[in-house]
């Protein structure tokens, strides 16, 4: 009889990868996330380029943006966009009933987020899309910035009346 552990045996092969020590640790922080063993992962990663037939074409696959990945990730940066949207108009909205900039605002968040999906894999379309967005926000934060520095001079300068009159 064999045991279930010798079965394991023969129906996987151990191999020895060297690698970068900085790339496998990265490579732990994915597996983590996504809550895989490393091996778990080499396996699926090497199973999808026997599937592609090469690694190019898998590097083709992948540079193309095909798989469910790529979809998912454009989901959500077109929900974080279309949030920022609605975040910059009512952060545009209150300064322009308070006159004040806000402390942190909400949109910056929406912004790193951003930057992190498309780091990964996003159509040229949404990259313009967002860089777009990305000067109004700048736009936004200059006429902030802009304004709050001249009522501090506005306010200097009727200080200095007042206290000249005296």
């Given at each position: 009889?064999?045991?279930a ?16 020590r900085?790339l496998f640790?990265?490579?732990?922080q ?15 990663l090497?199973?999808?380029?026997v599937?592609?037939?090469s ?11 095909g798989?469910?990945?790529r ?23 209150y ?9 942190e ?18 159509s040229?379309e ?16 200059d ?6 520095i001249?009522d ?10 007042l206290?000249?009159?005296?």
């Amino acid at each position: 009889m064999v045991s279930a552990s010798r079965l394991v045996d023969l129906s996987k092969q151990q191999t020895g990868l060297r690698i970068d020590r900085v790339l496998f640790k990265q490579f732990q922080q994915l597996c983590a996330l996504e809550k895989l063993r490393p091996g778990e992962a080499v396996e699926s990663l090497v199973r999808l380029a026997v599937d592609s037939g090469s690694l190019a074409n898998l590097h083709a696959n992948v540079v193309r943006g095909g798989g469910r990945g790529r979809a998912l990730d454009e989901a959500l940066f077109k929900s974080r966009l279309s949030r920022l949207k609605t975040c910059l108009e009512t952060e545009r909205r209150y300064w322009k009933e308070t006159g004040e900039g806000m402390g942190e605002p909400e949109s910056e968040r929406f912004v790193k987020e951003l930057v992190e999906i498309g780091k990964r894999s996003v159509s040229e379309e949404l990259v313009k899309e967002f860089e777009t967005i990305l000067a109004e926000a700048d736009k936004l934060y200059d006429e902030i910035e802009k304004d709050i520095i001249e009522d501090g001079i506005n306010r200097t300068k009727q200080i200095t009346a007042l206290l000249d009159r005296k």
